[in-house]
């Protein structure tokens, strides 16, 4: 049996942010997706999920340099958690999606929810 990390999102862009270490240029950003249903009394619901994208090399994904704040966009990836311990000694999870696809899709784009 094979085992596969892909996911794929698409998602409104909210806050990015340049990084440069050394000589590869990354950038990392937040996205909002949203998942829409019915409650049991048949009202729409609609939860927001927000995501950490990492694109780790921008010359090989063009286009996060289009990237900007309500940008729609189609991520294509895989999910990489880690933990830490911050400054007080808490551990800390962390979960975000290192990119490999990346497309700015327009802006008129529908996002459709199926309920």
């Known amino acids: 049996m094979e085992f596969l990390n892909k996911i794929e999102l698409v998602g409104l862009v909210h806050q990015v942010k340049p990084i440069t270490l ?3 240029k990354m950038v990392k950003f937040t996205m909002a997706t949203n998942y829409a249903y019915r409650n049991k009394q048949g009202l729409p619901v609609v939860e927001t999920t927000w995501h ?3 694109v780790q090399d921008t010359e090989k994904l063009p286009a996060s340099n289009k990237l900007e704040k309500d940008a729609v966009v189609k991520v294509t990836g ?3 958690t880690s933990t830490y311990t911050d400054q007080y000694g808490c551990s800390r999870f962390n979960t975000e ?5 990346l497309e700015v ?6 996002l459709e929810y199926q309920m």
């Open 22 to 24: 050394e000589t590869v």
């Open 52 to 54: 950490t994208i990492l």
């Open 78 to 80: 895989r999910i990489h």
């Open 97 to 101: 999606i290192i990119a490999n696809a």
């Open 105 to 110: 899709l327009d802006k008129d784009t529908d």
